[in-house]
């Protein structure tokens, strides 16, 4: 059973008409479509941004994003505010881990999957080399310590900045900022060893 103090905390969510992610979540536990229509409307773009920049693969994101949604749904009666923990910080955290999960199982695709082959002609080669490229990228990432690999996908596939990164992964600034020097150090040698010498910002 909620309590008072979780009640007034309900109550100063909503303002100006305008509830929050707290107060929504309170209606959604009860089964409130309209309000789950709400917090995806607030919600859904950033991660499903998120998700296409990790994951490289639009229809991926787009799974993975509703699946995440659906878990808010069944487990919107769990969520306690506290003042403290805020959902979109969550929400964040969770289809971060999702993406890298899914980028896990799909080490090794299909053939299908692979597509056409490339034009010859200079844009068509422009695109293989970004598919190759990325394709270099997720296997070196795929490999990197856990919090590395985190650190890097937020802070460079996200709008986030580093501050609310940082709130993600339950970090001080400083802990990310070294996680992060940490990380472009270990995607840079990896590169080196296949004979790249940058990919980007990353390195």
């Known amino acids: 059973m ?10 100063q969510d909503s303002r ?6 707290d107060h929504l979540l309170h209606a959604i536990s009860g089964g409130d479509r309209e309000a789950f229509k ?3 409307t607030r919600h859904a773009r950033p991660m499903l941004a998120l998700a296409t920049r990790i994951t490289r693969n639009a229809d991926d994101a787009d799974e993975i994003v509703q699946e995440v949604f659906l878990k808010v749904w069944a487990t919107a009666s769990k969520w306690r505010p506290d003042g403290k923990a805020k959902f979109a910080t969550w929400l964040y955290r969770v289809v971060l881990n999702a ?3 899914r980028g896990r199982r799909k080490s090794f695709s299909p053939l299908e999957d692979a597509g056409d082959p490339p034009d010859p002609a200079p844009a068509g080669l422009d695109v293989a080399m970004a598919r190759q490229r990325d394709g270099v990228l997720a296997e070196i990432m795929g490999e990197m310590p856990p919090r590395q690999r985190q650190a890097l996908s937020l802070y460079y596939f996200s709008d986030l900045s580093a501050p609310q990164a940082a709130d993600v992964l339950d ?3 400083s802990a990310l900022e070294a996680l992060l020097v940490r990380g472009k150090r270990t995607l840079k040698a990896a ?3 296949r004979g790249v010498m940058g990919i980007g910002d990353l390195t």
């Open 2 to 11: 909620r309590g008072s103090s979780e009640e007034r905390h309900l109550a």
């Open 16 to 21: 100006d008409g305008d509830p929050g992610d």
């Open 38 to 40: 709400r917090l995806m």
């Open 99 to 101: 993406c890298l999960d």
């Open 171 to 173: 970090l001080s600034v």
């Open 191 to 193: 590169l080196l060893r």
